[in-house]
């Protein structure tokens, strides 16, 4: 006899579902996983062995509440006319007991392997890529610290080129910062992402790496991971979805951004030199610069404008006004409230943006610290959104070329930079200039 009362038949049957519960969590937690994304991290292997533990425990004590639930709802059902109360039952210490030690166990042991591989996951590597992320409402900015030596390597002497400050400045520590709106990696190099929020919280997800990481506005959060399966730099269709898994607000949904993973890291080097070239010698047309960039989503503008003629770029946003005919706009009625001149009204709405405010509108367009230069060129291509399709205002096109843009790059014939060296470009057209070899 034991203390709770049980004949050798009773422990026979509990000794036998006990098995059955267990090799019942074993089939739960062998088989969900596949259900999930492929594994394209180090990391990912961790988290899903971590995760069918749990699933395998889980799975065992699902089983036994609701075999338990169906056992009780048959067994116990209450006879027709019965209206009688249930039995009283008083404590049972042993069971108690049991009933305590076994979950404290499980928790302690799942609390050390999580804490461990959380431990590893974190842990500096060696050689890490720095991604500077920002993430805002409702987008994602990648930005990375591109060595000269890539550019340096092509025979671009960068001690002698005709930069602009902005450039000049970002160069003195030996880098480029080189804008994305992909996040670009490459296979088996450690990555970091350095994430800050410019607005509310929200949080990096890339499924297929399995990591997951709040980012916090005035904090700057880190995740690491090392992506080890390569998708196709050339088929947008093959990147990894970013996902944005912390509510922020109505366009929370749509806030996805894509992962590639380079190959090896000439691969990458590639892609990273021909944006540096971008960067370095951009197009000396104004217009054509202002294009590259807004068409670009490297601002966030797309996300709160519409603009007809950048439809194609995801220019939906309608937070701000509709800059369709901003041109138009700039020299006529708002040229006239503020008494500025169109140019110096577009300037001063992407530098001041609070400074007058469009009626209807409130103070929501941030100030992003957009360079003297970009800025040129984006108020010169805006002051071509007008309803005639001539531009609104005049630029000094010459005085821009000669203060924005470095001349031609080591190579190119005549004065014209590469075609295939955009400063920044979209998924679309990137993909097929990284299709096209050698260019
Ligand atoms: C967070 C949303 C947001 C973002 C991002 C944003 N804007 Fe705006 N924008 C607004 C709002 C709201 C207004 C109207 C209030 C005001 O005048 O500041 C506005 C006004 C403007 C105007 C004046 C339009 C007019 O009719 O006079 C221009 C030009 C403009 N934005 C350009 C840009 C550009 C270029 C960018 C990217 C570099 C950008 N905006 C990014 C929200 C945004
Ligand atoms: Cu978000």
Redesign the pocket.
């Given at each position: 006899m034991n203390s709770l009362n049980l004949s050798s038949t009773q422990i026979r049957n509990i000794a036998i579902i006990g098995v059955l519960l267990i090799v019942g969590g074993f089939i739960i937690g062998l088989l969900t996983p596949s259900l999930f994304p492929a594994q394209a991290s180090a990391e990912a292997p961790l988290i899903d062995n971590l995760f069918q533990t749990m699933l395998i425990i889980g799975g065992a004590i699902f089983l036994l509440v609701q075999g338990l639930l169906v056992y009780s709802a048959i067994k116990f059902r209450a006879k027709p006319g019965d209206t009688s109360d249930g039995i009283h039952l008083h404590g049972n210490t042993t069971l108690e007991i049991i009933w305590t030690a076994i979950p404290a166990v499980i928790v302690t042991v799942l609390t050390i392997l999580s804490w461990n591989v959380f431990n590893i996951m974190q842990a500096p590597k060696d050689d890490e890529l720095v991604v500077h992320t920002t993430a805002?409402?409702f987008n994602w900015a990648f930005a990375y610290d591109a060595p000269l030596s890539l550019v340096e390597a092509q025979g671009v002497d960068i001690a002698n080129l005709n930069l602009p400050d902005n450039v000049k400045a970002d160069i003195a520590d030996g880098t480029l910062t080189i804008a994305s709106t992909e996040l670009h990696t490459y296979a088996n190099r450690p990555v970091r992402m350095d994430m800050q929020s410019r607005d509310v919280i929200h949080a990096f997800w890339v499924p297929v790496f399995r990591v997951k990481q709040d980012v916090i506005p005035g904090r700057t959060t880190t995740v690491r991971f090392t992506p080890t399966l390569p998708n196709d730099p050339t088929n947008a269709e093959s990147w990894y979805p970013v996902k944005c898994t912390e509510l922020c607000g109505a366009q929370h949904g749509a806030m996805v951004a894509y992962t590639v993973v380079h190959p090896d890291e000439a691969s990458f080097n590639a892609w990273m030199s021909e944006r540096m070239m971008g960067v370095l010698f951009p197009p000396p047309d104004p217009v054509e610069r202002g294009f590259q960039l807004?068409s670009s989503n490297i601002?966030?503008?797309?996300?709160?404008?519409i603009d007809a003629d950048l439809a194609e770029f995801n220019w939906n946003?309608n937070?701000?006004?509709?800059?369709t005919v901003?041109g138009d706009?700039?020299v006529g009625?708002?040229a006239n409230a503020t008494g500025l001149s169109g140019v110096d009204?577009?300037t001063q709405?992407?530098h001041e943006?609070?400074a007058?405010?469009?009626p209807g509108?409130?103070?929501?367009?941030?100030n992003?610290g957009?360079s003297d230069c970009d800025t040129r060129a984006?108020v010169a291509y805006?002051c071509t959104q007008t309803a005639s399709g001539e531009p609104a205002c005049t630029i000094d096109t010459e005085a821009y070329a000669a203060q924005c843009t470095a001349g031609a790059p080591p190579g190119a014939p005549g004065a014209e930079p590469p075609a295939s060296a955009p400063a920044e470009t979209t998924p679309e057209a990137e993909a097929t200039a990284e299709a096209t070899p050698g260019s």
């Open positions: 805002a409402r807004l601002y966030p503008c797309y996300t709160c404008h946003g937070v701000g006004p509709n800059l901003v706009r700039a009625t708002r009204y577009l709405s992407i943006p609070g007058y405010l469009v509108y409130g103070n929501l367009m941030p992003l957009i984006i805006l």
